[in-house]
């Protein structure tokens, strides 16, 4: 299980709005609220194990060995489950590499992260690289994330403040058990908390 999905940077993202004078953030819609049927994320309110968490249009669940292989660029992730009102993430330039059973997270530091947090808008910019493993030879696969450099610049309600690289894969970083989802360019991983969605 990933520790503190989105916590961080969700607290970090709540505390500059306060700070800002803002009013106080609203809950996000959760992903049985209206505006889940429209969203292309909506199908992952489920947890991985769930089997009722259908792969996204264009995938179908795979074997490990069919997904991970080459470089994607990490498309968006998003909160599920209990964790689906801590929002979504796309964009940036983050892009991971899979070789044989292990995996190197880079992220450039050039382009933002473009966050909807608990019903307020950041920006999230990352610069380092998180190397990791992984496990298993199904649709199920296990990661677990190793050494982490740099750091990350977040950008929210006229405020910023700096997260360690480590606290940035704690959101983006491939780790914990998934259900792996691939084709036409692209791999998706559903985890209890949440669903990370990479593309060539």
Known sequence: MKKAVLAVVATAVMTAAGCSGGS??????????P????SPSAA????????A???PSGTSTAP????LTGTYRLARFVGVGDKAT??????????VAFDDDAYTLTAAGKEAIKLTLAGQTAELKPKG????????????????VGDAEGSARLTAGGQERDLTMA??????????????ACGNDKVVMVFDDIRLEFER
């Open 24 to 33: 106080t953030p609203a809950p996000a819609e959760s992903a049985s609220g």
């Open 35 to 38: 505006s889940a049927a429209s």
């Open 44 to 51: 992952a309110s489920a947890p991985a194990s769930s089997p």
């Open 53 to 55: 968490t259908p792969a």
């Open 64 to 67: 490990a060995s069919d997904c």
């Open 86 to 95: 801590y929002g979504t993430g796309e964009g940036g330039d983050v892009e």
């Open 129 to 144: 690289t998180i190397k990791g493993t992984w496990t298993g030879s199904g649709a199920q696969v296990t990661f677990t």
């Open 167 to 180: 606290e940035v894969g704690s959101v983006v970083a491939p780790d914990g058990l998934a259900t792996l």
